[in-house]
């Protein structure tokens, strides 16, 4: 593994100084950049990795003999390889890149889809869907770990199942053996949750999916960049995630999986650079992960996600995740003494991220994060790509803050002063 086996405490005005973005002014106060679980910021070794490349090996990848494709194509796998020891992939062969979660969650999904209307006879079973199989998701999900199952099962005519939630905001795992049972074929499930910072220990899941010979996917988008993922200990069949939400820059992404089980997809984009031989007639194709990574892929982006995979090792997974819980739990603290605030999800630190919803009493969502940003505190605002949660909630929408290795408790202060303001102005 790559992270430290032991939290040291974080210099975070070190790691401040550098983001060169944090020393802008908004609306002629002082930055509090208090929404990375939306898209994170960037140091500037990431910037300086991207333009370097850019000004100095600039090229395709995997298609040229010459000396920047060679460089270019060294720099790109050389990120798979760091991408791959990061969260302890048995090879970097198992670590796809995509453009964001979004396609990585997808990608399964369709080439599922592939299989399953598939007239050949030879593809894996485990991929095949059809009337009679189940797949399993749970109501805190985003929406792109909701919506290409959904599409899945209408298209081959499988059911739909889901984990509800309870009152606290946890899993409700009372029916996990009736949900998971002989029928299902895939559980795809969020690692920690977007909205509700819920932390899922996937453990007694995991070992029920394999009880029923089923796969599982998780989502790790706001678990990656947070705290150490060990794919092997996780005991999943497929992890997706994004760069953009740690450090990264936008555009890249990760599907990792399992080696035979990514041997065994058939591909879902065809086109250049994933394929064996082509004839007018047929083609046969590579073997992963360029068999899922057809035409040019994203190279500056690769390499600035290992630029950041390099920044995050440096600092240590476990003393980003214990100072993130010692952030979340004191922004529970100063926000539970805010009059007519509810948190929606987990108000302890126990078993949750640095991921803070919440509503204020008789304020919209959106009235509050236009009153933060006049005071220069950035927060998101909406439903977060997470509807159903937000019904299951009896909410519209909440005001989100989602808090990382670069934030302080001062800024804290700075969301709380920000909110008296809104009580000021709402009554």
């Known amino acids: ?26 609306n002629g106060r002082r930055l509090v950049y208090l929404d990375s679980g939306n898209t994170s910021q960037k140091p500037r070794q990431v910037i300086e990795a991207v333009r370097e490349h850019f000004e100095r090996h600039n090229a395709n990848v995997a298609r040229s003999v010459h000396t ?17 020891r990061f969260i302890n992939a048995t090879s970097a062969e198992e670590v796809v890149f995509t453009k964001n979660a979004t396609e990585a969650i997808n990608l399964v999904a369709y080439a599922m889809l592939a299989a399953s209307v598939d007239r050949g006879g030879a593809v894996d079973p485990r991929f095949r869907l059809g009337p009679g199989d189940e797949v399993v998701i749970t109501e805190m999900e985003h929406h792109s770990n909701i919506v290409p199952w959904q599409l899945l099962c209408e298209r081959t005519g499988a059911t739909l199942r889901w984990f509800g939630l309870t009152d606290d905001g946890r899993l409700d795992e009372s029916t996990l053996d ?24 996937v453990s007694r899941i995991a070992a029920r999916v394999r009880e029923v010979g089923a796969l ?24 997706a995630f994004t760069g953009h939400k740690m450090l990264g820059p936008t555009g890249i992404g990760v599907l990792w999986g399992r080696g035979e089980l990514l041997a065994a997809m058939p591909p879902v984009l065809g086109g250049g650079s994933m394929i064996e031989t082509v004839t007018m007639e047929r083609s046969t194709f590579a073997p992963p992960p360029a068999r899922f990574e057809a035409g040019t892929p994203p190279i500056a982006e690769a390499v600035g996600l290992g630029a950041a995979v390099d920044y995050l ?16 739990g004191y922004a529970l603290e100063r926000l539970h003494a805010v009059p007519g605030l509810r948190i929606i999800g987990p108000d302890t630190t126990v078993g949750r991220g640095a991921t803070i919803s919440f509503a204020l009493a008789g304020v919209h969502p ?13 927060v998101r605002v909406g439903h ?11 909410v519209p929408a909440t005001t989100r803050v989602s808090l990382y290795l670069y934030n302080t408790t001062e800024e804290i202060d700075a969301l709380v002063a920000a909110l008296e303001k809104v009580r000021g102005v709402f009554g």
């Open 313 to 328: 090792t440096a600092v240590g997974m476990e003393s980003i995740a214990a100072y993130e819980k010692e952030l979340a």
């Open 1 to 26: 593994m790559t992270t430290a086996t032991t939290a040291l405490p974080l210099d975070v005005e070190r790691i401040r100084a550098d983001f060169p973005i944090l020393g802008r002014e908004v």
């Open 178 to 201: 009736d949900l998971v049972n002989p029928r299902t074929k895939l559980v795809s499930m969020v690692l920690v949750s977007n909205i509700l910072g819920t932390a899922n220990d």
């Open 384 to 394: 977060h790509c997470a509807r159903p949660t937000c019904v299951r909630y009896g």
């Open 216 to 239: 599982l996917m998780l989502d790790g988008s706001q678990a990656v960049p947070h705290r150490p993922v060990d794919v092997g200990a996780l005991d999943a069949d497929f992890l």
């Open 68 to 84: 920047l494709g060679t460089e270019a194509t060294a720099a790109y796998e050389g990120a798979r390889a760091k991408v791959a």
């Open 366 to 378: 959106h009235d509050v994060g236009q009153i933060l940003d006049a005071e220069g505190v950035q």
